[in-house]
Structure formats: C-alpha cells, structure tokens
C-alpha cells in the first residue's frame, strides 16, 4: 500500500494565543491545548518537522496596556512574558501526549526555558522534537506573528502555517463583517495593500521578500492542519 508524502519537510507552525482560551474570556482552556497538541501529533507522525511560534492574546497584549496609559515597551515586555507562559503549557501538553518539546526563548529567562541559538533548535528540529519558540522577537512593538516570519525564515522553513480561529484570509474580519468572504489565494501585496486584519504588515513583508508562503487555517477545524501538511486544499495561501 502507497501512503502520500507530506507535502512539506519542515513547517512552522504559529499558533493563536487567543485560540487557546477555547470558549473561555481568558487564559489557558485545559481540552483546547490537548486537542491543538493531537493536531500537531498527527503531523509529526507523517515525518514533518515542526517549530512552533505561539502567541499571547489570551493572556495579554502590549497595545492593550499601552492603552490604558502602560509605557507601551513595558506593555510588550509583560506580552512577551505571556507567550512564555503559554509555550510552558504547550510544551507540558506535548510531553503528556509522547511528543518531545523544546521551548527556546527570545529573551533571557534561564531558570525557566533555554535561550533561543538558531543551530540548537535546527539540531532539535532534525532529531524529530519540536521547537516552540517563546517570548516572540524578544522586542517590544512586535507581534508574535513577525517572530512566525522571522524564525520561520531562520530555521528554512518551507511554509508559515497561520493556525487560527478563522478558517482563512477575508475581505475584511469576519467576525466583525458577515458579508466577508474568504480568499482562497491572494499575493502578500494584495493582503497589504488591502490592509486584512489578520497578519501585521511587518510580517507579511518579511514573508514576502524572504519568498516564505504564508497559510492561513482554522486550528478549530478538525484535521485541518494535517491536510494543509499534505498539500490538500485547505484556507488560504498567500504567497510572494
Ligand atoms: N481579513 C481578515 N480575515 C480573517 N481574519 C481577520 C481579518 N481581519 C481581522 N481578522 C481577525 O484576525 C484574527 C486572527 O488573529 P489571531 O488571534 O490568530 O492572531 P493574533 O493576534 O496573532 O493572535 P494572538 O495574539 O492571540 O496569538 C481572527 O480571529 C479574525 O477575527
Ligand atoms: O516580538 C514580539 C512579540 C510579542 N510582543 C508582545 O507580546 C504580545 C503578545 O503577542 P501577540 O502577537 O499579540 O500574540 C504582543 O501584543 C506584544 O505586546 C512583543 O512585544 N514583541
């Protein structure tokens, strides 16, 4: 019997913080990180190396507490620290579930999770473990998603995959607009151009011009990221 190869060797995987809070206004919902890890499980079975970028919205954001008067680079730091909080529960949920995680991070925190040294993480990467990259870019007035393009573009990653709770890119927020429709392709100029909500312009540009495609997908949708693995039709690509 003949089993399809992935369609991708190494991908990275950027994961929503706020998809974590599951149904829950805050925090870390307990069933939704073990059903994201089951996801991320299937892939690594299929023998594609995963890193991970996760995020902090379910925790906390910088621009949030910029707003109610933080200094804004305080705000980020403390955004950051939330990232590494959710990479620790992410890493603990894969060890539970046999897989073996490294959490590397952007800042120094020593006592708690290993530096990131990009020829650590691609040796963890090529021993099968997976890489979660905490703490972002470790700079303030960054997001969490520009870190997605930057490691991803470090470690060679074929593919950033954007795992969501929208299942792709839409003429505009679909949570906000009904009448949005979903791209099923559309070119890191358009999705600029056209200011879509759902990347920052700093990491579709670094994205662009490092000709790393971006897909965007729902980590809600059942088995969703193993058919994007395996080249099958699933949200939307943006592409250089
Ligand atoms: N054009 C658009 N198409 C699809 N989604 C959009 C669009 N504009 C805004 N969004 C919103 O963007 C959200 C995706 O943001 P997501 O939570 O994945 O990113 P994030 O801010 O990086 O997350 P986090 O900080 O929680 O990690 C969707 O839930 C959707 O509501
Ligand atoms: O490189 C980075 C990444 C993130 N931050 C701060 O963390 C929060 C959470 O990240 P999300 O991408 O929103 O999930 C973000 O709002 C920033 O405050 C950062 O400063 N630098």
């Not at 190396?49 to 680079?73: C, K, L, W, Y």
């Not at 920052?200 to 965007?216: E, M, S």
């Amino acid at each position: 019997m003949t089993h399809a190869a992935p369609a991708h060797k190494r991908i990275l995987l950027k994961l929503s913080g706020e998809a974590l809070m599951g149904d829950d206004s805050f925090g870390i919902n307990r069933g939704t990180i073990e059903r994201m890890v089951e996801e991320i499980a299937t892939v690594t079975r299929v023998g594609v190396q995963v890193a991970v970028v996760i995020g902090g919205g379910n925790i906390f954001r910088g621009v949030a507490g910029g707003s109610v008067g933080m200094d804004r680079a305080t705000a980020d730091y403390m955004g950051m620290l939330a990232t590494v909080m959710n990479a620790l529960a992410l890493a603990d949920a894969m060890d539970k579930q046999g897989l073996t995680a490294r959490v590397m991070s952007a800042i120094a925190i020593e006592q708690v999770v290993e530096p990131y040294v990009r020829p650590k993480a691609l040796q963890y990467l090529e021993e099968g473990k997976v890489v979660v990259f905490a703490a972002g870019t470790g700079n303030p007035f960054f997001t969490t998603d520009t870190a997605a393009a930057l490691r991803g573009a470090e470690i060679g990653a074929e593919v950033v995959l954007k795992a969501t709770k929208v299942d792709g890119v839409y003429t505009a927020d679909p949570f906000k607009d009904p009448e949005a429709t979903r791209y099923t392709q559309l070119s890191f100029d358009e999705a600029i151009s056209r200011n879509l909500g759902i990347m920052d312009a700093t990491a579709f540009a670094l994205c662009r011009d490092q000709k790393l495609p971006v897909r965007v997908f729902s980590i809600v949708k059942h088995g969703a990221l193993l058919r994007v693995v395996m080249g099958e039709d699933e949200g939307t690509l943006v592409y250089a």
